[in-house]
């Protein structure tokens, strides 16, 4: 498949983003020590959101495998999926996205794929738009959001242990 011609850590960092529905500067910039294995929840600290507010993130057991597979590639970077050449994050995608377009004869963009999970959840799944919009990180407006202060982890959490067995199957 085009993903599989990619590096490990560009084909992972894909696969994250379908997995977790997470934008992909912040699966970039993915720490090692945001990572709870046991409990199997990512935590994206306020400064790496695109919202500027920590997030946390269920992590069905395939996600959970790709980031113990790109940590176990022996590098001793804090990054999970550090650049080859500078040692920070992967910072630009662009050119493996264009040679997944070649290769695939899909013409996407990388952020196509948060809509399309956003829709599969929703859609298929029968997802509530609230919780997706929760996984999404999404920032909620009006009077009721002043009042509901709820993390809505439980709901995250079965919604994308549902979304990864979908994606298993």
Not at 58 to 87: N, R
Request: positive net charge.
């Amino acid at each position: 498949d085009a993903l599989g011609q990619e590096s490990k850590f560009m084909c992972g960092m894909y696969r994250l983003r379908f997995l977790t529905a997470q934008r992909g500067g912040e699966i970039s910039q993915m720490r090692r020590v945001d990572i709870d294995h046991e409990s199997k929840w990512w935590t994206i600290p306020a400064k790496f959101s695109k919202n500027g507010k920590a997030h946390r993130v269920p992590l069905c057991d395939a996600a959970l495998k790709i980031i113990e597979d790109a940590i176990d590639m022996g590098t001793k970077s804090e990054w999970v999926f550090p650049s080859p050449t500078t040692g920070g994050p992967i910072e630009s995608i662009w050119k493996s996205a264009s040679r997944v377009r070649k290769n695939s004869g899909v013409e996407f963009r990388p952020h196509d794929i948060r809509r399309t999970v956003a829709s599969k959840m929703t859609g298929d799944l029968e997802i509530s738009r609230l919780v997706v919009s929760k996984i999404l990180n999404h920032v909620e407006k009006g009077v009721t959001a002043v009042y509901d202060r709820a993390s809505y982890d439980k709901d995250k959490r079965i919604a994308i242990d549902s979304w990864g067995g979908r994606l298993a199957e």
